[in-house]
Nanobody, 121 residues
Framework: QVQLVESGGGLVQPGGSLRLSCAASGSIFSISDMGWYRKGPGEQRDLVALIISGGRTHYADSVKGRFTISRDNAKNTVYLQMNSLKPEDTAVYYC???????????????WGQGTQVTVSS
């Protein structure tokens, strides 16, 4: 069994910062990509940022220069530092990890339960 547990969401004023964390635990053999997605009201779930096992990163255009994704492989944890937050960043943020639970299994995506980020004055 694998669990992804997110933390760090909350209410912040425009221009403020938040740092999200997501720790993967359980029967994990290896993790390839880790990422953050978000779903705003009435919207679909979209990619925010992705970091592959080698450390390369990819960002949605809307967050480039404001958000930074990082990971601690020893802790199976991915972070999202969010600066200069805007009201349009308001959404439920989900972490994702593509991982193997044994050497023989395929890479499978796992998701966290989501954490609410609200940017409002």
């Amino acid at each position: 069994q694998v669990q992804l547990v997110e933390s760090g969401g909350g209410l912040v004023q425009p221009g403020g910062s938040l740092r999200l964390s997501c720790a993967a635990s359980g029967s994990i053999f290896s993790i390839s990509d880790m990422g953050w997605y978000r779903k705003g009201p009435g919207e679909q779930r979209d990619l925010v940022a992705l970091i592959i096992s080698g450390g390369r990163t990819h960002y949605a255009d809307s967050v480039k220069g404001r958000f930074t994704i990082s990971r601690d492989n020893a802790k199976n944890t991915v972070y999202l530092q969010m600066n200069s937050l805007k009201p349009e960043d308001t959404a439920v943020y989900y972490c994702n990890a593509d991982l193997k639970t044994s050497p023989l299994t395929d890479i499978t995506p796992y998701w966290g339960q989501g954490t609410q980020v609200t940017v409002s004055s």
